[in-house]
């Protein structure tokens, strides 16, 4: 997502992007209808839904939903990315992040949590080590920071050796600071490539130039050293009023990684991890605006990239808006080179108050198909079919009615893990989502040990 910050090359695209929608062509048709009869549910397993309910497709349940707690349920605390090792999820948000148990998925337990205020807060987990990112301009390094003397802005480490005490360790200032991060292992070294939006001129944090990304190194027996090793400017002749990436999915089994570039989407060859090298660069002028992420199917021969329209704070999944804006879009990659076959949008109708647009998901882990979940604001959880490019279908879907307040609220990410989806609602707190399907229950054999959705492996 596009935060609340003040980038003003970024705020400048999304007012542009509200005319562009506006003045977009005719109503286009989405994906068929999901499969399933439509229900009402109120299950809620270990806490109350604070919705009151939800509507589901026939093949999914709400198993649990934890509602957010003091110190990280404030105004303006929302919930965003999430991570995940062994019995635990660890959940971003605005304030800082939760640990949870979900040794048993229907009843999560909070184990920790950490005060630590900044945008996003967007995090992973590698051995002991949790990493945040920072993209707001902070008074210092440390969580004490404040919103004043903005002079700092990055990444965070802490460890989490201790789950019920996780210590801070140490920060590494980035340029435009970290909107999201993506972290690419290499023995006792982590690789971190860092996005962010910018440059902003009159910014100490953010001046030009700026570049697609900055790589950040920790050496995971001593991540207090952590620094940027590199600057590589993979777009020499770019001319554009904002750089930078907003997501990159590395792939290091395949020595690739796709990047979201707000308006490119871009394939990489990642052998060198410190000097990634463009392989293709493609661009949709005619229907992506904010080009926000990527994910390689599992044998790495499709990259799904999304288009955040709005920068997630827009109602888009409406009749006013075409079905390829706000959307996915489906690339083969074929001889090595990416090729546009389809697009996917879901076809439920949002309400004028209800930001939707699609965003951050992960593969459901079925050998021989390519299925997906994902997060859509108020558009909820959908899950999805892209085994054929060209005619991607909704298999599944959960989501609650509109938020009772203006502003925004919704599903930021939902990913699947050992048997469960599970959702962050930047309001509602974690919810553990059940889909029973023939399509979908293989998944349910495989086991993972962790799971950082931009660093994938295969299943």
């Known amino acids: ?13 999304v007012f542009l992007l509200v005319s562009a929608c506006a003045g977009g062509p005719g109503t286009a048709t989405s994906s068929p209808p999901p499969a399933g009869t439509p229900r009402e549910t109120t299950t809620t397993g270990s806490g109350a839904s604070p919705s009151g309910g939800a509507m589901t497709s026939g093949n999914v349940k709400l198993v649990a939903n934890v509602p957010r707690t003091a110190p990280l349920d404030g105004e303006a605390d929302w919930n ?15 304030g800082g992040f939760t640990i949870f148990d979900i040794s048993d998925p229907a009843k999560p337990k909070i184990v920790s949590q950490v005060s630590c205020p900044a945008q996003q807060n967007d995090v992973t987990v590698h051995g002991d080590l949790l990493i945040l990112s920072i993209d707001e301009p902070r008074s210092g390094e440390t969580c004490a920071s404040t919103g004043e003397q903005r002079r700092w802005e990055g990444l965070r480490i802490f460890d989490i050796s201790d789950k019920k005490s996780p210590k801070y360790v140490s920060a590494v200032r980035t340029d435009c600071g970290s909107h999201t991060h993506t972290m690419v292992p290499k023995g006792d070294t982590l690789y971190v490539y860092v996005s962010s939006p910018g440059p902003e001129p009159e910014s100490e944090t953010c001046p030009p130039p700026h570049q697609v990304i900055q790589v950040v190194e920790i050496p995971t027996k001593n991540p207090k050293s952590a620094k940027v090793v590199s600057k590589p400017d993979i777009f020499p002749k770019r001319q554009e009023s904002i750089g930078g990436c907003h997501d990159v999915t590395a792939y290091p089994e395949k020595d690739l990684a796709a990047a979201a570039c707000f308006g490119d989407g871009v394939l990489l060859d990642i052998s060198d991890p410190v000097k990634p090298k463009v392989l293709q660069q493609v661009r ?106 060209a005619a991607p279908k909704e298999i599944g ?63």
């Open 1 to 13: 997502m596009i935060s609340a910050k003040v980038r003003g090359a970024v705020l400048c695209a």
């Open 80 to 94: 965003t990315d999430l991570a995940f090792q062994g019995d635990y999820a660890f959940v971003g948000n605005f």
């Open 284 to 389: 949709d002028e005619e229907n992506f605006q904010i080009w926000h992420s990527a994910t390689f199917n599992n044998d790495a021969t499709k990259v799904v990239f999304s288009d955040e329209l709005g920068g997630g704070g827009m109602a888009t999944c409406n009749r006013r808006t075409p079905a390829t804006k706000g959307a996915n879009a489906v690339y083969d990659i074929v001889d090595g080179k990416l090729q546009r076959r389809g697009y996917f949008k879901i076809s439920r109708e949002q309400g004028e108050n209800e930001n939707c647009v699609a965003h951050n998901g992960s593969l459901l882990p079925v050998p021989g198909k390519d299925i997906m979940v994902q997060a859509w604001y108020q558009g909820g959880v959908s899950i999805w079919d892209f085994t054929d490019s």
């Open 397 to 459: 879907y959960f989501e609650r009615g509109p938020f009772e307040r203006d502003g925004i609220a919704g599903s930021w990410s939902a990913y699947y893990y050992n048997g469960y989806i599970y959702s962050s609602d930047i309001q509602m707190g974690l919810d553990v989502i059940a889909i029973d399907d023939p399509l979908t229950d293989p998944a349910k054999k495989v086991k993972m040990d962790d799971f950082n959705v931009q660093t994938q492996k295969s299943y």
